[in-house]
């Protein structure tokens, strides 16, 4: 098992939701952050919480979509910390819409969406996390760092109306750790550092919250648990992800009872 004690939690999108949360949370229990986010209001306001709570904390402003910038920050946890032992790429958006919408009278085509809005959720949510669990994994590696990369998947993965972009996303983010998991096999690595993904249903932060009352009362009749999921309970999986050393390579839903799939 390892400890989180002294160990070394690497996340992106920190500013807020399950990225600030699980800083707080991993601090608590005696580890150390490097957090990023772009928005640096949120990130300095995240950095003075950890520091009352007594964290050890580096920030750092990080676009995901930029190779350098990961760079920077895989770089900056090891001349900070000297370690890497746990990746949690949270930074992520939504941007939801058919991928057609007809006209009710004509039943014609009247929208479509658009390229930007495809792919800016691709650019993200993929694209973003693939920059950042390259240039820390490559740091674990070069440092001799021991840990795990887990990754940030959804209920979306499995396909939900609305979301052709997130869902796609999601789906790709949910083969990522058996990819890397046989990768680091065949490089005699994968005892050093395990790679696995959470995927949450609804979660208690701002890109559920925002959604108005009637449409947020419709989910929940979906959810047997009848509420949302609170982003310290995604944190508790995150731990006992990390702590446990025979857990590797595999996605690890946590939805309340959601009924998966898409109904229509
Ligand atoms: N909230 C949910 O119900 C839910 C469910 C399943 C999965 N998730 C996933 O969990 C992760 C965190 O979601 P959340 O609910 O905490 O969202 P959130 O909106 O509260 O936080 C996302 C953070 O990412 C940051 N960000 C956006 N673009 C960025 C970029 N280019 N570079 C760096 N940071 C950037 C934002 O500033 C924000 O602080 C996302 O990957 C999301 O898809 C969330």
Redesign the pocket.
Known sequence: MLEIKDAVAVI??????????FAKYWVQRGGRVVI????PE??SRVEKEIVKLGGEVQSTL?????EE?NRRLAVLAIETFGAINLVL??????KDGLLLSTDRETGKVNQKMSLGQFQSVL???LI??FLTIRECAEQMINSGSKGLLCL?????SLGTAGQIN?SS??AA?SVIPKVITAEFFRRNLTGRIRCVA???????????KGMDGKALNKILDDVPIGR??E?EE?ASLVCELFRNEAIAGEVFFIHGGLRLGSRG
Do not use: H
């Not at 990080?62 to 930029?66: E, L």
């Not at 790429?89 to 939504?94: K, R």
């Not at 959470?198 to 559920?208: D, E, K, L, Q, R």
């Open positions: 992106t999108g920190a500013g807020s939701g399950i990225g600030e949360a990023a986010d772009v928005i949120n990130l990080c676009d995901v979509t930029k910038d790429p949270c930074a992520g958006i939504i650019d993200i949510n973003g996390v940030m998947s959804s209920t979306g997130y996303s999601k983010i959470v995927a949450p249903g609804y979660v208690a932060t701002s890109m559920v949302l999921i982003p995604i």
